[in-house]
């Protein structure tokens, strides 16, 4: 039971000194990425920038202790900032303590979510959002993310929660825009896609080793900080007009407890309800996709315990709703990390940073921030997989482009929301209209075939019918049209034999249509019987009506079936007289 609730138990046994080495390694890098990337994601969430490292510190030690994924860094992320940016937004204005108390409380209701989840093992409910659904989500919130970062680029003041709010907005105060700001905000950009595209093979070709040419490339962001803060304060930019952070509380988080305000609870359960499934569905997806990669397993109900723990130790840290970073853990699985361990010392890594460098960070200017947000979120967006997924399914295709233009024309919860619920109507919908197929013979075989794929021979006083899914309540009306709509359209037929190597789960609606349909196919001098059930399903009726009142009689093989009700049709095939039946 510990083992399980705490899966360091399994591993820290055999820590031994290359593992610690390894995993110190891909810690050191992961903290230089991390750092930027934590007061980034403050500002996008509207919260200090500081809040950001606090949510890179206790949330990272908690997940050590209990996730199950040797490779996940967890911690501040785009998607769950800008959705904690909307949900805030609307209970109270940004820059005031009761929208960071109300931040925290939304990590506070999100972990209690996960862990309570988590205890009832719902690790299922990721199926729930479907890729395409994520995928839209996805995009429209990485452009929703870059557009609301284009004010602090220029420097000028500018809202809006939508993407024609935003544009509005930013077309209104354009004339405002601060040069200062825009050079370091374009450069900042600039530097940051040529360092993710081209600095790597540059310092390749100028003699590095891949390796440290790689690890460079992660500490541009690092660089292009450090750069326009000297450039800030050694030319007095602040006079100029361009934003900077400012004062950053120095020293590591005081432990303190979250808002317990049930109104405000009650105004944040929905937000913190969805932000805990989008995040739970991309932390375990990035674990799962990593895992994989080394043959190991991850536990989906112990890592709902996991990210649920790891946002009680933000909310409890002053932080805000953190998840499993895809860029983060990429870097971390690259890097070498063998244990989650990497995490508890990238924990210290950010403990460092905030009582060692966070005096340096005044000078840093909101550009620069700006700039590592639009360039890591537009790697999210991928407006190509809309095209890819039409061309396989048009339902998948229009569910992901309602997300996308929900998310950018409502909002990220409307969105989120929109996606889910088209997803869900198109199952219904699948659902209550399965593919089935008129089966013939064919020839020379024990193989039944769909009549308007292959070449077969038929029964004329036998309609074979095969249905693909398992019948229940959205079917049941299908399947009684579908075989009185086949009996009526040909007087010539006496025996429908309903195939069943596809049903799995038959439920009590889809039972009650089938009673019906024996009944009065036998009024109408028509016998229904039954092939290839399987035994759960044959278990569940023979406790029914069905099997009792039957017209005619349930075969073990579809062979057998058409061996009983035509002799004519199988006696080519070379079991034919093997045929029997299975009451």
């Not at 295709?397 to 198109?426: D, F, H, Q, R």
């Not at 193989?447 to 095969?466: C, G, K, W, Y």
């Not at 036998?522 to 399903?537: I, N, Q, T």
């Not at 075969?555 to 299975?582: I, K, N, Y």
Request: glycine share 10%.
């Amino acid at each position: 039971m510990l083992k399980r609730y705490f899966p360091i138990l399994t591993w820290a046994p055999n820590y031994h000194r290359a593992t610690f080495e390894a995993d110190l390694v891909a810690a050191v890098i992961v903290t230089i990425m991390l750092i930027p990337q934590s007061l980034a994601y403050a500002l996008l969430a509207g919260l200090p920038a500081h809040v950001g490292l606090y949510a890179s510190i206790a949330p990272l030690l908690l997940y050590t202790l209990l996730g199950t994924s040797r490779a996940l860094a967890v911690g501040p992320v785009a998607v769950a900032s800008l959705m904690t940016a909307a949900a805030v937004g609307e209970i109270a204005a940004k820059g005031t303590p009761e929208y960071l108390g109300a931040a925290i409380a939304l990590a506070l209701l999100s972990g209690a979510m996960l862990l309570a989840m988590g205890f009832l093992r719902l690790g299922f409910i990721a199926s729930f959002l479907s890729h395409p659904v994520i995928s839209g989500f996805i995009s429209a919130s990485g452009i929703l993310i870059a557009a609301s970062q284009i004010k602090h680029l220029l420097g000028i003041s500018a809202n809006g929660k939508t993407l024609p709010e935003i544009a509005g907005s930013l077309a209104e105060h354009l004339g405002a825009t601060n040069t200062p700001t825009l050079i370091i905000g374009i450069g900042a950009v600039a530097f940051l896609f040529w360092a993710r595209n081209g600095l790597r093979g540059a310092l390749i070709a100028l003699g590095l080793r891949a390796r440290l040419a790689g690890l460079m490339v992660r500490a541009a962001p690092v660089f292009a900080v450090f750069v326009t803060i000297l450039a800030t304060w050694g030319l007095n930019l602040e006079a100029e007009g361009v934003r900077v952070v400012g004062r950053v509380p120095q020293g590591l988080p005081t432990p303190a407890m979250p808002p317990l305000d049930l109104a405000l609870w009650a105004q944040l359960a929905v937000p913190a309800l969805l932000i805990s499934i989008v995040g739970y569905v991309e932390t375990i997806s990035v674990a799962q996709t990593l895992a994989a990669k080394r043959r190991q397993r991850i536990d989906p109900d112990q890592e709902l315990v996991a990210l649920g723990g790891a946002n009680l130790a933000s909310a409890f840290s002053g932080g805000f709703p953190v998840t499993g970073g895809f860029a983060r853990s990429v870097v971390n699985f690259d890097a070498g990390a063998e244990t989650p361990a990497a995490g508890a010392f990238t924990a210290i890594g950010m403990g460092l940073a905030t009582l060692l460098l966070t005096p340096a960070l005044y000078y840093l200017p909101q550009a620069t921030l700006a700039a590592t947000i639009v360039v890591a979120v537009l790697s999210l967006v991928d407006l190509g997989a809309i095209r890819r997924t039409y061309n396989y399914s048009r339902g998948d295709a229009l569910a992901m482009v309602a997300t996308i233009l929900v998310t950018l024309g409502i909002g990220v919860e409307a969105g989120i929301s929109a996606g889910v619920g088209l997803s869900v109507l198109l199952q219904l919908w699948r659902s209550s209209r399965p593919h089935y197929a008129v089966l013939g013979q064919v020839p020379g075989t024990e193989h039944f075939r769909n009549i308007n794929r292959h070449r077969v021979i038929t029964a004329p006083d036998v309609l074979s019918l095969r249905v693909d899914a398992s019948l229940w309540f959205p079917n049941a009306r299908f399947l009684e049209d579908t075989i009185y709509g086949a009996v009526a359209g040909d007087p010539a037929i006496r025996h429908v034999v309903l195939n069943c190597p596809a049903v799995n789960f038959i439920d009590s609606s889809a039972l009650e249509a089938l009673e019906a349909v024996n009944q009065q196919l036998k009024d109408a001098g028509v016998l229904l019987h039954l092939s290839e059930v399987k035994g759960p399903v044959m278990d569940r009726l023979k406790r029914s009506d069905l099997i009792t009142h039957l017209g005619g009689q349930v075969f073990l093989t579809h062979h057998d079936a058409l061996c009983a009700l035509s002799p004519d049709l199988t006696m080519g095939t070379q079991s034919a007289p093997r045929c029997e039946t299975a009451r």
